[in-house]
T-cell receptor, first 112, second 112 residues
Framework: GDSVTQMEGPVTLSEEAFLTINCTYT??????LFWYVQYPGEGLQLLLKATKADDKGSNKGFEATYRKETTSFHLEKGSVQVSDSAVYFCALTKSGYSTLTFGKGTMLLVSP | NAGVTQTPKFQVLKTGQSMTLQCAQDMNHNSMYWYRQDPGMGLRLIYYSASEGTTDKGEVPNGYNVSRLNKREFSLRLESAAPSQTSVYFCASTGLGTDTQYFGPGTRLTVL
């Protein structure tokens, strides 16, 4: 079946550091890929997405590129802020299906 | 627009008790979902409703029932709660032809 694998956390960074959170997937066909973010005490919200190979999703300074050859969708940000501290989930959905398959989540902690 | 709302926010049950978690969305979305979130497990799909009048099992349906009351509302029922059902429950919805899910704030359930 489909699956998503994320790097385990927590990832601890100082403010203004570069962030990478790795995500790889296993799926048949051509899935859409997502990053969701969960701030403390809240529900998940969409951060960015990409629907086909080589697409780059971006939002709030975060970026991720859909790499079909490596089945990856790594999340990056050039300079993190304390307010970026949250749990980040990589997920996929397949064309014609509405259900999401999530990774286990990666907690990011940013200190001043 | 309130988006996706869930009630209650917190609940403590004793083993064997029953309860219903309520979810409503005001975005005229067709599809609705129930997930549970457990530490180190990410989000796992319990049940979903692709459209009004239909429901389908997800990854972890045992011990739960659902009702799609109308297009706005999708409830999750625990008939006889067990400690293994201690979790945070999220409801989500998505519109026809889109793949972005919108999440509610969650219900934190403890079963003693």
């Amino acid at each position: 079946g489909d699956s998503v694998t994320q790097m385990e956390g927590p990832v601890t960074l100082s403010e203004e550091a570069f962030l990478t959170i790795n995500c790889t997937y296993t799926a048949t066909g051509y899935p859409s890929l997502f990053w969701y973010v969960q701030y403390p005490g809240e529900g998940l919200q969409l951060l960015l997405k990409a629907t086909k190979a080589d697409d780059k999703g971006s939002n709030k300074g975060f970026e991720a590129t859909y790499r079909k050859e490596t089945t990856s969708f790594h999340l990056e940000k050039g300079s993190v802020q304390v307010s970026d501290s949250a749990v980040y989930f990589c997920a996929l959905t397949k064309s014609g299906y509405s259900t999401l398959t999530f990774g286990k989540g990666t907690m990011l902690l940013v200190s001043p | 627009n309130a988006g996706v709302t869930q009630t209650p926010k917190f609940q403590v049950l004793k083993t064997g008790q029953s309860m219903t978690l309520q979810c409503a969305q005001d975005m005229n979305h067709n599809s609705m979902y129930w997930y549970r979130q457990d530490p180190g497990m990410g989000l796992r799909l319990i049940y979903y409703s692709a459209s009004e009048g239909t429901t389908d099992k997800g990854e972890v349906p045992n011990g739960y029932n659902v009702s799609r009351l109308n297009k706005r509302e999708f409830s999750l029922r625990l008939e006889s709660a067990a400690p293994s059902q201690t979790s945070v429950y999220f409801c989500a919805s998505t519109g026809l032809g889109t793949d972005t899910q919108y999440f509610g704030p969650g219900t934190r359930l403890t079963v003693l």
